[in-house]
């Protein structure tokens, strides 16, 4: 399987973004879907997660009402819709996909966006 993200780039604070991760190789509409982020010098951390049929959504409290999560099982896609953006947001934002079926876990990982908010 496999992850790309893209949509990523230069924002000035307070305006929006949205990434974009695309989903090839595995069974999308059976996985979990998740938004991570990593800042330079700090370790990863979850964005927000959604369950496999989109009915599901939670955040980050450092993320919730500026930042939305949302799928479309159709098109084998998750998206984040980023708003209010500082420059706390910057950073590499990973999606992640899981599964867990057959006694194990099933989990892909991206390569990941560079968001950058600056002025």
């Known amino acids: 399987g496999q992850l790309v993200e893209s949509g990523g780039g230069l924002v000035q604070p307070g305006g929006s973004l949205r990434l974009s991760c695309a989903a090839s190789g595995f069974t999308f509409s059976n996985y979990d879907m998740s938004w991570h982020r990593q800042a330079a010098g700090k370790e990863r951390e979850l964005v927000a997660h959604?369950?496999?049929?989109?009915?599901?959504?939670n955040y980050a409290e450092f993320v919730k009402g500026r930042f939305t999560i949302s799928r479309d099982n159709m098109k084998n896609m998750v998206y984040l819709q980023m708003s209010s953006l500082n420059p706390d947001d910057t950073a590499v934002y990973y999606c992640?996909?899981?599964?867990?079926?057959?006694?194990?876990?099933?989990?892909?990982w991206g390569q990941g966006t560079q968001v950058t908010v600056s002025a």
């Open positions: 992640s996909a899981r599964y867990y079926g057959g006694g194990r876990w099933s989990m892909y």
């Open positions: 959604i369950t496999s049929s989109g009915d599901i959504t």
